[in-house]
């Protein structure tokens, strides 16, 4: 048994973030992690994913990018390299292959149980991330048995599917850089589509995370915005990291001779259904594009920056096929594999505490739970638009750490 | 936000809720319109989240208030408190049909279950049905699949009407045309690879408004996306059919 001040769930970015800022403040902390550090990073991703987030903005508080190449995208081998140093230099209290089995509440704070004994601690971070689910829809289960199921979790690299056509389901981040290379593999790719956010990798000769910096969106407050569920249901921008400053969008794909089809909406009898509304999913998410592109424009207008940027060459609109397939015969079509790359979600069946809602989300006000000492980094939007991203983790942890600090000086004052 | 209080108004009395579940004063179009009113493009008054939103749309809508007969408060305020209450949320739409004679029905909506209760219009609503004289029929009212395209059109339209009031957009017209493309070799049973319903639907839009194209695209573009109508023709759905039958049919009929 160990008492403690804090306990933070999870070595990642967010977790040894926290640590450095609770560090900062001489808090009393251990940080609890499963495996080793980084270990989602290292376990749960695809073999030729690099970070969405190019190199100069991927970094930790106190560990500015210093390496070569300040507008490439990390490899995952590069990252875990830069967190267990992060780690090391910050001289965290990490504690590996320590599994937190369960969160309860006691008089006096949390009893945090673990494959390596009790923690007693008047405050807890989850810091387990935001993608320990894959998502899939309840028609999964009616896909035939003769059909392997992948997720981007359990994915790793195309010559671990079957040599037959794979459908690909879900057209944000994670899918469409799949559905690339798994098409590139010689498995034809049928994919589905529904609601995603298109934008350029780079407009005006600049990445497209340095303008929605520049343009203050990623600091964007949880609570400056007006529909907060729905800014953190967004999907993930329709990126890649791999390739300096390409765009991998719908039209990208098929020129590879990717198959575009709707959203899948049921699996019956043998076949998967789709809906009929992908040229509305496309038309909206242009539109929205534009939108984006156009307040870049008009930032470049107002700051004077016309002579030191490109010019404004817009994407074409997204080739949507005149007669989208409507169902598609597993057996018939000879497809060998489906990946659900329908998002992600967290897993707190171990918090045994009253701090979710119906559906199982956290109950939250930029992180700061519904319970004394209880909070949460790595969400969407769980404190601003960038918290989702590595070079989010940072300022959440500064502003929780700073919470956290001021409640336990009230409560030693009481 | 709702009042638990039993009977309590809330702040535009527009739902309250009684003693016996949720009642409706003026909730209308709820099945088209609650949710239709989130989504990206041109911001209101109220701050709404404008990342993207270009700034001549912010000036525009300050400058006048946009009206387009649309009660957006009440629809926000209705999803906000649906948003509290989801078992309020489920509904049940309801249609009563009989046959006449040939090929001629009529129906009849009245009731309908939704904020926790029976609801009931002060006046039933009658839509006649048949075929047209070129299907050796009377021609009494519109095909079904006509009401289905008329169906489709009235949903997207209600929703550019409530879309755009919320974006602050002031509609002059708007005129819809639908077209249904149908191979009858499907229902005629002449060719069984032919679906008996529609192989494409195209629907157009006519908008004189104060808005630009693009805002306007973005407007139709969110219609669709929150539509019943919309979702009822693009998507699968269960369909449960059961029969009541008479038991006083002579046996000689039924041999």
Same mark, same amino acid.
């Given at each position: 048994m160990?008492? +403690?001040?804090?306990?933070?769930?999870?070595?990642?970015?967010?977790?040894?973030?926290?640590?450095?800022?609770?560090?900062?403040?001489?808090?009393?902390?251990?940080?609890?992690?499963?495996?080793?550090?980084?270990?989602?990073?290292?376990?749960?991703?695809?073999?030729?994913?690099?970070?969405?987030?190019?190199?100069?903005?991927?970094?930790?508080?106190?560990?500015?990018y210093d390496g070569p190449a300040p507008d490439g995208f990390m490899t995952m081998p590069e990252l875990i390299f830069r967190l267990e140093r992060y780690a090391q230099r910050g001289g965290a209290p990490v504690q590996t292959q320590t599994e937190v089995l369960a969160v309860h509440a006691e008089a006096s704070g949390y009893r945090v149980e673990t494959t390596?004994?009790?923690?007693?601690?008047?405050? &807890?971070?989850?810091?387990?991330?935001?993608?320990?689910?894959?998502?899939?829809?309840?028609?999964?289960?009616?896909?035939?048995?003769?059909?392997?199921?992948?997720?981007?979790?359990s994915y790793k690299r195309p010559a671990?599917?079957?040599?037959?056509?794979?459908?690909?389901?879900?057209?944000?981040?994670?899918?469409?850089?799949?559905?690339?290379?798994?098409?590139?593999?010689?498995? !034809?790719?049928?994919?589905? &589509?529904?609601?995603?956010?298109?934008?350029?990798?780079?407009?005006?000769?600049?990445? +497209?995370?340095?303008?929605?910096?520049?343009?203050?969106?990623?600091?964007?407050?949880?609570?400056a915005v007006d529909d907060l569920n729905?800014?953190?249901?967004?999907?993930?921008?329709?990126?890649?990291?791999?390739?300096?400053?390409?765009?991998?969008?719908?039209?990208?794909?098929?020129d590879d001779g990717v198959r575009i089809v709707g959203r899948l909406v049921g699996v019956r009898a043998g076949k998967a259904q789709f809906s009929g509304s992908l040229a509305n999913m496309c038309a909206a998410a242009d539109l929205k594009m534009n939108r984006l592109l156009d307040a870049i424009d008009a930032h470049v207008e107002e700051t004077v920056l016309q002579h030191v940027v490109g010019p404004q060459r817009r994407l074409a609109p997204t080739r949507v096929p005149s007669d989208p397939l409507l169902e598609l015969d597993f057996g018939g079509e000879a497809i060998g594999s489906v990946i659900w790359a329908t998002g992600y979600? !967290?897993?707190?069946?171990?918090?045994?505490?009253?701090?979710?809602?119906?559906?199982?989300?956290?109950?939250?006000?930029?992180?700061?739970?519904?319970?004394?000492?209880?909070?949460?980094?790595?969400?969407?939007?769980?404190?601003?638009r960038k918290s989702t991203l590595i070079t989010g983790a940072g300022d959440d942890a500064a502003a929780l750490a700073e919470h956290l600090v001021a409640r336990s000086a009230r409560r030693l004052a009481a | 936000m709702i009042s638990n209080t039993p009977d309590t108004p809330t702040a535009d009395g527009d739902i309250a809720m009684t003693a016996g579940g949720w009642r409706v004063s003026t909730l209308?179009? +709820?099945?088209?319109?609650?949710?239709?009113?989130?989504?990206?493009?041109r911001s209101t008054a109220q701050g709404?989240?404008?990342?993207?939103?270009?700034?001549?749309?912010?000036?525009?809508?300050?400058?006048?208030?946009?009206?387009?007969?649309?009660?957006?408060?009440?629809?926000l305020g209705a999803r906000e408190a649906l948003t509290e209450a989801p078992e309020a949320a489920m509904f049940k739409w309801r249609a009563r049909c009989e046959w006449i004679d040939g090929a001629h029905s009529r129906s009849t909506v009245?009731?309908?279950?939704?904020?926790?209760?029976?609801?009931?219009?002060?006046?039933?609503?009658?839509?006649?049905?048949?075929?047209?004289?070129?299907?050796?029929?009377?021609?009494?009212?519109?095909?079904?699949?006509?009401?289905?395209?008329?169906?489709?059109?009235?949903?997207?339209?209600?929703?550019?009407?409530?879309?755009?009031?919320?974006?602050?957009?002031?509609?002059?017209?708007?005129?819809?045309?639908?077209?249904?493309?149908?191979?009858?070799?499907?229902?005629?049973?002449?060719? !069984?690879?032919?679906?008996?319903?529609?192989?494409?639907?195209?629907?157009?839009?006519?908008?004189?408004?104060?808005?630009?194209?693009?805002?306007?695209?973005?407007?139709?573009a969110q219609s669709q996306k929150r539509s019943a109508v919309f979702d009822i023709l693009t998507n699968p759905t269960n369909v449960h059919v059961q029969v009541d039958v008479r038991d006083d049919v002579h046996n000689d009929d039924v041999a």
């Open positions: 160990t008492r +403690i001040s804090t306990v933070i769930i999870g070595a990642g970015h967010c977790g040894l973030a926290m640590s450095r800022r609770l560090s900062q403040r001489n808090v009393d902390h251990v940080v609890l992690e499963r495996g080793r550090v980084a270990n989602s990073w290292r376990t749960e991703r695809w073999d030729s994913l690099r970070l969405l987030t190019p190199n100069w903005q991927s970094t930790l508080p106190g560990d500015p390596r004994g009790v923690f007693h601690c008047a405050n &807890v971070v989850l810091a387990s991330g935001a993608c320990n689910i894959a998502n899939a829809p309840a028609v999964a289960a009616e896909v035939p048995r003769s059909v392997q199921t992948f997720t981007p979790m671990d599917l079957p040599n037959k056509g794979v459908l690909v389901v879900g057209a944000s981040a994670s899918g469409v850089q799949i559905a690339r290379e798994v098409h590139a593999s010689g498995r !034809p790719v049928t994919l589905a &589509v529904g609601e995603h956010v298109r934008v350029p990798r780079s407009y005006r000769g600049r990445d +497209i995370q340095r303008w929605m910096q520049r343009l203050g969106l990623l600091d964007q407050r949880w609570d729905r800014v953190r249901r967004t999907p993930s921008l329709q990126l890649a990291g791999g390739g300096l400053w390409r765009t991998l969008d719908l039209n990208a794909l098929t979600r !967290p897993d707190y069946s171990w918090l045994h505490l009253p701090v979710t809602d119906r559906k199982g989300r956290l109950r939250h006000d930029g992180g700061v739970l519904d319970a004394p000492g209880l909070y949460a980094m790595g969400l969407p939007f769980i404190r601003k | 209308a179009r +709820i099945g088209d319109l609650v949710g239709a009113l989130t989504g990206g493009g709404r989240d404008n990342a993207n939103a270009d700034k001549k749309g912010n000036e525009m809508q300050t400058q006048s208030i946009a009206n387009n007969g649309v009660n957006v408060e009440a629809l009245d009731g309908f279950f939704g904020l926790g209760a029976e609801q009931r219009r002060p006046q039933p609503h009658v839509v006649d049905a048949d075929h047209p004289a070129e299907f050796a029929a009377m021609d009494n009212g519109a095909t079904p699949v006509e009401l289905v395209l008329s169906a489709l059109a009235s949903c997207l339209t209600a929703g550019v009407a409530s879309v755009a009031q919320n974006r602050g957009i002031q509609l002059r017209s708007v005129k819809a045309s639908v077209e249904g493309h149908m191979d009858i070799a499907g229902i005629l049973g002449i060719d !069984p690879e032919v679906r008996n319903g529609f192989s494409m639907i195209r629907v157009h839009f006519d908008i004189d408004s104060d808005a630009t194209a693009d805002e306007i695209a973005a407007v139709v």
